[in-house]
């Protein structure tokens, strides 16, 4: 059991966000304290209940923290906590999977519309003062979604979310599921995961919102991009070991398909040497597809409800880990 609000002390621990700010002003009084370090994590951690985090997390910090009961992270990734020393220790986890379901979906329609409607071109040109002129060739025009096909690799909150968005521009949507006995929602269809390589040369845009599994990385290798059509475009919003990305940089050079979107890689920060950088049908966003001004707010809500649920002497948490 976690103590009582009035006793409880939380260690809000992340680089940047303001959470522990946005859960003040709350005016919950439950005690808390920010800790943007790793060291101030190490040198504070005993002091905490309950901890609030994700990159800062170190499993040196267990020998550190003999109030600690709960941990809740703050992305819906857990595979740095040591599950099983958790449970040993009696040390509760839940992710915040969901937490960025609808800002991570929006982005991943951003990118399909800025790569089909050229926006990365127009920015360059307006940074060079130039005006393009009417264009004969039609394969260098701006493109309409309506019509199109939209494969979605992963149909679980984001590529739910997404299939919703690309129906209102009239997409037909088919999403790809382990379990596609689940339902596909708004999408048109729905298939298995072992579907991809026969539905490739049918679709003209591929979205990864799947989770990184042994199964999912690389699972966008040479085979998969060869199928792809020539005027297809891949935006990935998932993990970039999702995808063989020295395969994915091969094919854009050579014009194999017609760009892609890329808000995450294979390691972050993208390496300055990369090609992909200097490719104009390549838009890079820097991982931040969830990363909103409500982000914090949304973390906020799943820690509430959980912290509720312990109160109470419930067992099942919101997104329980352990």
Same mark, same amino acid.
């Given at each position: 059991? =976690?103590?009582?609000?009035?006793?409880?002390?939380?260690?809000?621990?992340?680089?940047?966000?303001?959470?522990?700010?946005?859960?003040?002003?709350?005016?919950?009084? =439950?005690?808390?304290?920010?800790?943007?370090?790793?060291?101030?994590?190490?040198?504070?951690?005993? &002091?905490?209940?309950?901890?609030?985090?994700?990159?800062?997390?170190?499993?040196?910090?267990?020998?550190?923290?003999?109030?600690?009961?709960?941990?809740?992270?703050?992305?819906?990734?857990?595979?740095?906590?040591?599950?099983?020393?958790?449970?040993?220790?009696?040390?509760?986890?839940?992710?915040?999977?969901?937490?960025?379901?609808?800002?991570?979906? &929006?982005?991943?329609?951003?990118?399909?519309?800025?790569?089909?409607?050229?926006?990365?071109?127009?920015?360059?040109?307006?940074?060079?003062?130039?005006?393009?002129?009417?264009?004969?060739?039609?394969?260098?025009?701006?493109?309409?979604?309506?019509?199109?096909?939209?494969?979605?690799?992963?149909?679980?909150?984001?590529?739910?979310?997404?299939?919703?968005?690309?129906?209102?521009?009239?997409?037909?949507?088919?999403?790809?599921?382990?379990?596609?006995?689940?339902?596909?929602?708004?999408?048109?269809?729905?298939?298995?995961?072992?579907?991809?390589?026969?539905?490739?040369?049918?679709?003209?845009?591929?979205?990864?919102?799947?989770?990184?599994?042994?199964?999912?990385?690389?699972?966008?290798?040479?085979?998969?991009?060869?199928?792809?059509?020539?005027?297809?475009?891949?935006?990935?919003?998932?993990?970039?070991?999702?995808?063989?990305?020295?395969?994915?940089?091969?094919?854009?050079?050579?014009?194999? =398909?017609?760009?892609?979107?890329?808000?995450? +890689?294979?390691?972050?920060?993208?390496?300055?040497?990369?090609?992909?950088?200097?490719?104009?049908?390549?838009? =890079?966003?820097?991982?931040?597809?969830?990363? +909103?001004?409500?982000?914090?707010?949304?973390?906020?809500?799943?820690?509430?409800?959980?912290?509720?649920?312990?109160?109470?002497?419930?067992?099942?948490?919101?997104?329980?880990?352990?």
């Amino acid at each position: 059991m =976690i103590p009582p609000q009035d006793q409880l002390n939380i260690c809000f621990a992340h680089v940047a966000y303001q959470l522990h700010e946005r859960f003040a002003a709350l005016g919950t009084g =439950i005690g808390s304290f920010a800790a943007h370090d790793a060291a101030t994590v190490a040198e504070r951690i005993g &002091e905490a209940d309950v901890l609030v985090v994700s990159g800062l997390w170190q499993n040196s910090l267990l020998e550190r923290a003999p109030k600690l009961r709960f941990i809740q992270s703050i992305g819906a990734g857990t595979d740095q906590f040591p599950r099983d020393e958790l449970a040993k220790r009696g040390i509760r986890l839940a992710s915040a999977r969901g937490v960025n379901a609808a800002a991570v979906a &929006e982005h991943a329609m951003a990118l399909i519309l800025a790569l089909s409607r050229r926006l990365p071109e127009a920015r360059d040109n307006q940074a060079k003062r130039i005006w393009r002129g009417m264009i004969g060739d039609l394969s260098r025009r701006e493109d309409e979604l309506g019509g199109k096909t939209l494969l979605i690799v992963g149909l679980g909150d984001i590529g739910g979310r997404l299939a919703r968005l690309a129906k209102a521009f009239d997409m037909r949507v088919i999403g790809l599921r382990r379990s596609p006995s689940a339902g596909g929602g708004a999408a048109d269809e729905v298939q298995p995961m072992s579907a991809l390589h026969s539905l490739l040369p049918q679709v003209d845009v591929v979205v990864l919102s799947c989770p990184l599994t042994a199964e999912t990385e690389k699972l966008i290798d040479t085979a998969a991009l060869a199928l792809m059509k020539p005027s297809a475009y891949l935006i990935n919003v998932s993990r970039g070991r999702v995808v063989d990305e020295a395969a994915l940089a091969e094919t854009l050079a050579a014009r194999r =398909i017609a760009g892609a979107g890329i808000d995450v +890689t294979v390691d972050e920060p993208l390496a300055a040497d990369s090609s992909l950088w200097a490719m104009e049908h390549v838009l =890079i966003t820097p991982h931040t597809g969830g990363e +909103t001004r409500k982000y914090e707010d949304n973390v906020i809500e799943i820690l509430r409800e959980n912290l509720a649920r312990l109160w109470r002497g419930e067992e099942e948490l919101r997104n329980q880990i352990v």
